[in-house]
């Protein structure tokens, strides 16, 4: 029904995640409206994105040189690898400038409803990095739900044989809030992971 | 803090409307695991529809060639014009099945908070197009809200004394709704519009 430039760009719109028929249409006509130069600037940069960037050999953090940037930091401390699900929890963990270790993406989480297992993960290469006598913890930062927990229980048992430290980040009230307004399970695991002071 | 290519994708999402910093992320991730000629094709897809779309120089309805599909067609009803604010809303006319007639896009709505006013709409080639003898009626379809209300005043006003029958839309209750349901004005205009059965 619309011209075919524009059902073609809403189509395009469409397999975006979370962007159904009407946004997809507003996204296409507002794309339309834009100045040339931002379409042109749009247009070139999802395709550098895809072209350009690539996972990094090592730790799988995505980069635009292998190895990442992160990796090839020589002043960074070797004896820890955090482990965390997608390259989005890499830049979450830098914002907090307080780890100074370095990191593997495994790409996902074992999940059995949505058919992905351990080999379905960046596993091998992680294995493979254990074998440095320098890398003395793993500090497992999958999220803190089913799979992430199924996940680091996997990964835990997979390292642990090896004499290397397995830890888990801590569970427990968020800085900030209000334990009226805590989860139990939250609340639980704050009494059980209480510290003396 | 992203890899730069990312980042400027990042960028580009974020300048569509209603897409803030995070789902501008969450997409622009999603788009560099997509197909790589899904990735083409959407670039594609966005420069074409900047490119290859114009306003029809008679209606200023978006269109491929020029003068548009509806205006070229020679089978429509000549005698009536009908007035919406967007390409969109032609769509949603041509969709009814019940229309033949000829449309209009003005490109926006009068209104005085945002700035806009008459010159900034697509007015003078309607003005224009009723000086053919055989336009008979224009029907005001702009939208039932204040802007929308106020256009078609003004445009009423100015068509008018030419003689020219100015309609616009029927108001009351939407087909499937409940009394109940309906807020005080719409009722109020589906009194006011009661047809005799």
Redesign the interface.
Known sequence: ??????A??I??FL?????GQK?A????????E?D?D?????????????R??SYCTICGN???DDPCDICKDNSRDGSTILVVE???DV?AM??MRNYHGYYHVLHGVISPIEGVGPDDLNLASLLQRLHNPEVQEVILATNANTEGEATAMYLSRLIKPSGITVSRLAHGLSVGSDIEYADEVTLAKAVEGRREL
């Open positions: 029904m619309y011209p075919e430039p524009i073609r760009l189509d395009s397999k975006l995640p979370g962007i946004t249409t507003r996204l296409a006509f507002y794309s339309i834009m040339e931002d379409v042109a600037l749009f247009a070139k940069s999802l395709l550098s994105a895809k350009d960037l995505l980069t635009k997608e390259t989005k830049l830098e914002k």
